[in-house]
């Protein structure tokens, strides 16, 4: 059976809410790294035209927009992971009212 969550979890302070996008931010920046030399890999084909300058850049802004997406939607939960790790140094998270 399902379980749902009837508590609401608790607002985070700034200092929270900086390591959370800071994690995120990691996590996309590693992610792209990865597909970057990810592509290293694979030959390129000069029939079909992928070893122009165009090609790369194009290939570069569609890896740090997939990065990105990848990231904040937590694919690979790495960044949630470093800020469960790294949140505990920080206190609690202060409940924001009013």
């Known amino acids: 059976m399902l379980r749902i969550a ?28 990865l597909l970057k030399e990810m592509r290293k890999t694979v030959p390129k084909d000069k029939l079909l035209g992928d070893d ?9 802004m569609m890896d740090q927009s997939l990065s990105e997406s990848m990231s904040s939607r937590g694919d690979l939960g790495m960044a949630r992971m470093m800020y469960d790790q790294l949140a505990p140094g920080l206190g609690a998270a202060a409940d924001k009212k009013g």
């Open 6 to 33: 009837t508590t609401a979890p608790p607002a985070l302070d700034k200092k929270h809410l900086d390591l959370r996008k800071a994690t995120q931010q990691f996590e996309g920046y590693f992610v792209h790294e």
């Open 52 to 60: 122009g300058h165009g090609q790369e850049i194009f290939q570069d």
